[in-house]
């Protein structure tokens, strides 16, 4: 199994670019989970879903778009990138709701700089 | 609303000693508290999960504890080992925050071999 795999690993956007953060897991979880981490803090939740066709904004929704069309991909869409949104990006899977019971499975996570 | 902490950001310990990282919460209404281990430029491996009616768990080296009703819990690693260098990070599954884990900043741990 390979898990949660994140693709790019690292990018760099100028100011007002667009890209995506592709996210994909293997285990057949109906939960995942987008996160950010700025230095020095703790994950915060960007968006989450709870199956294919749905999800939610967590913590810092501004200023990105997710969609899950399939039970394995959970894409992450910037629009109008800003330097705020540089950051470490982690996509996570759980197989129920988050922390009951078991446990988030984390990507290697993507770092973007937007300069 | 629910805040982690954890005290030190950053700890150094010569290889062999056995040590303590510490994490605090501000409210005990929580489902469960989960120690992450981070290594740069990677992901976040879980270490250990204990449940809101649990006391403690164990994984080899490694004994979280958790007393909830003082918002706390401790990482305890016995026998540190140079392999043992990485951030740790715990959250708590909080039962007003929904579907999230609200995360500590990390105790960064450096073993001297």
């Known amino acids: 199994n390979a898990g949660v795999t994140q693709t790019p690993k690292f990018r760099i956007l100028k100011i007002g670019q667009s890209m995506t953060l592709q996210c994909a897991q293997d285990?057949?979880?109906?939960?995942m989970y987008w996160y950010r981490q700025d230095p020095g803090m703790g994950l915060k939740l960007i968006y989450y879903?709870?199956?294919?066709?749905?999800?939610d904004k967590g913590e810092v929704p501004n200023g990105y778009n997710v969609s899950r069309s399939t039970t394995e991909d959970f894409p992450l869409r910037l629009e109008l990138a800003a330097p705020s949104q540089t950051s470490v990006y982690f996509c996570?899977?759980?197989?129920?709701?988050?922390?009951?019971?078991?446990?988030?499975?984390f990507g290697p996570g993507t770092r973007l700089t937007v300069l | 609303k629910q805040e982690v902490t954890q005290i030190p950001a950053a700890l150094s310990v010569p290889e062999g000693e056995n040590l303590v990282l510490n994490c605090s919460f501000t409210?005990?209404?929580?489902?469960?508290l989960q120690w992450f281990r981070q290594d740069p430029g990677k992901g976040l491996t879980s270490l250990l999960l204990?449940?809101?009616s649990q006391r403690e768990q164990t994984s080899g080296r490694l004994n979280a504890s958790l007393d909830k009703s003082s918002g706390r819990s401790t990482l305890y690693i016995a026998a540190s080992q140079p392999g043992d260098s990485a951030t740790y990070l715990c959250?708590?599954?909080?039962?007003?925050?929904?579907?999230?884990?609200?995360w500590g900043a990390g105790t960064k741990l450096i073993i001297k071999p």
């Open positions: 996570a899977s759980s197989s129920t709701k988050t922390g009951e019971y078991n446990e988030q499975f």
């Open positions: 285990m057949n979880h109906n939960y």
């Open positions: 879903s709870v199956g294919a066709g749905i999800t």
């Open positions: 409210d005990s209404a929580i489902y469960n």
């Open positions: 204990i449940q809101s």
């Open positions: 959250a708590v599954r909080s039962m007003d925050s929904n579907y999230q884990l609200i």
